[in-house]
């Protein structure tokens, strides 16, 4: 009994450090492809040559994701989550957890988020979380007991759940309620503390991975803030915020809406004889889609008016600052000015900017997400809160622009707070 309580968190501690590792490199290799993008878009200062740099980049990484995910594991396309859900209440579905499949899914989604298209890693990371906690438990002859109890194999696939989450965001306690509401229906009370364990592993190790290799000087938070301490927000605030949640909550139900006729058009079309094309020719819809989308964003086009330029993390960094954009004009700091170049586009202001940006990102995050490609949801989803929380805290920056009265002191709005609260 000792051995075997023992190896299971044994598992867990190698199950969290493996994905630390996973979730790191994928991010710096994501990084290196963004940055070769916008590093090869400024090479040229003609127009054209700028714009087909722009496009032809994520179309070729997107073209090589479809391709290679369909070759290797078609199981890889979209996010996992459904299907790990399936799984975790008895259904047996070997393929989705295989090893082909784990290899499909990383490079299909280091390809596609390299690419720069609205999409996220999460949902995906908790099918590759699982299908590594698999692979363990197969391949290494000191967990072939995991593998070979059912009772135990999904009771680790559970705390793969959690660590999948945490190891992306590093958050254990959010990446243990994830685990519990993916395994909705059961949840055994010894599995908190496993799912916990396991993800206090892959958060501290991915965080840990950041200070290694100098990309910071401590453990610290994934998105860092620079609020005042004392006492961030004021009560007459939480109207405002009530707000946010409310609007956010109609928000998410329309994009889950938006995405489900988007896959309801594809199932009711796929008789006519455009589908049976696109279906014969897979590459020629995701091409589509993502030639669409960097045209969108171009930086001397539309893109102008929505911050194109700047990836799903560096927007997410800049919804953040501690920095009221509307009086920004006037800053004497260049960090203010740069983040202010970015959403105070040409003939326009940051509400029209903030505006396009939260429409033109639901509609092409609800349309990427569809793609045949290993695709999540959640980050996209997040900015787009954000970014509606930044407009609600400028607007009140605006209405306030003394600040809110709290007692006999009065404290300056900090709209970055609010793109928080919207996130």
Not at 250 to 264: E, N, Q, S
Not at 274 to 298: C, D, E, G, H
Not at 365 to 392: E, H, T
Request: proline share 4%.
């Amino acid at each position: 009994c000792w051995i075997r309580l023992g190896s299971d968190w044994v598992f867990l501690l190698l199950l969290g450090i493996i994905m630390a590792l996973i979730s790191f490199a994928l991010d710096l290799a994501i990084d290196k492809c963004q940055t070769a993008h916008i590093w090869l878009f400024g090479l040229s200062d003609h127009v054209m040559v700028q714009y087909l740099v722009w496009v032809l980049f994520p179309l070729v990484l997107i073209t090589f994701s479809v391709g290679f995910t369909h070759l290797v594991s078609p199981h890889a396309i979209g996010s996992g989550i459904p299907e790990m859900k399936v799984i975790l209440r008895g259904t047996v579905l070997s393929r989705y957890l295989s090893l082909r499949t784990l290899i499909a899914k990383v490079v299909g989604l280091l390809t596609a988020l390299g690419s720069g298209i609205p999409i996220g890693k999460e949902g995906p990371f908790v099918h590759i979380a699982s299908m590594v906690s698999r692979s363990l438990g197969k391949f290494l002859i000191s967990f072939k007991g995991i593998y070979t109890n059912e009772s135990r194999n999904t009771e680790m696939l559970g705390a793969a759940c959690a660590v999948g989450v945490s190891s992306c965001f590093g958050s254990p306690i959010g990446g243990v309620l994830f685990s519990i509401e993916v395994t909705s229906t059961y949840f055994a009370v010894r599995n908190y503390w496993r799912g916990f364990f396991a993800a206090v592993c892959g958060a501290f190790a991915f965080r840990l991975l950041a200070v290694f290799i100098q990309e910071e000087e401590t453990i610290t938070a994934l998105f860092k803030t620079n609020f005042r301490v004392d006492f961030p927000f004021d009560i007459e605030e939480f109207i405002a915020f009530a707000l946010i949640g409310i609007v956010c909550g109609f928000g998410g139900a329309l994009f889950v809406y938006t995405h489900r006729k988007i896959v309801d058009l594809h199932r009711l079309y796929r008789n006519t004889k455009v589908a049976r094309f696109l279906q014969s020719n897979r590459f020629i819809y995701p091409a589509i889609v993502t030639f669409v989308i960097a045209t969108i964003t171009y930086p001397k086009g539309l893109g102008q008016f929505m911050a194109g330029q700047l990836t799903q993390k560096a927007a997410l960094n800049e919804l953040f600052s501690n920095t009221t954009w509307s009086v920004a004009r006037t800053s004497k700091d260049a960090s203010d000015i740069e983040v202010l170049q970015h959403w105070d586009g040409a003939n326009t202001n940051i509400y029209v900017t903030l505006v396009i940006f939260i429409v033109l990102k639901f509609i092409m995050s609800a349309v990427a997400v569809a793609l045949p490609i290993p695709a999540g949801v959640f980050f996209p989803v997040f900015v787009i809160g954000a970014a509606f929380g930044r407009l609600v805290g400028e607007a009140m920056a605006t209405w306030f622009p003394d600040g809110v009265r709290s007692g006999d002191v009065v404290f300056p709005v900090v709209p970055g707070g609010y793109a928080v609260v919207g996130k």
